[in-house]
């Protein structure tokens, strides 16, 4: 157990960001579930700048790999290139 007040302070701010991390990661994962599941242009062509702002706010927060999200933002739109 921590013996420093310092320290558990620490513990608290960790398991309130951990908590908020988790949120906002789950949320942007289901949303680019939701984006690849659109089969039609225009309705994707729409949500992806939506999606594309939540990949850049988790990479710049640190939840996720910079390259990560850009790997993710050129696979989406490769994928909303490809619909008809």
């Known amino acids: 157990m921590a013996n420093h007040k310092s320290a558990l302070k620490r513990i608290r701010q960790i ?3 951990r908590l908020e991390n988790r949120y906002y990661a ?3 994962r289901n949303a680019v579930r939701r984006l690849r599941g659109i089969t039609e242009k225009a309705a994707a062509m729409e949500l992806y700048p ?3 702002s939540m990949l850049d706010k988790l990479a710049k927060k640190d939840v996720i ?3 990560k999200a850009s790997n993710l933002k050129a696979k989406l ?3 909303i290139n490809s619909l008809a």
């Open 50 to 52: 939506k999606v594309a």
């Open 26 to 28: 789950r949320t942007t």
């Open 65 to 67: 790999h910079k390259n």
């Open 77 to 79: 739109s490769t994928y």
């Open 15 to 17: 398991q309130k960001r």
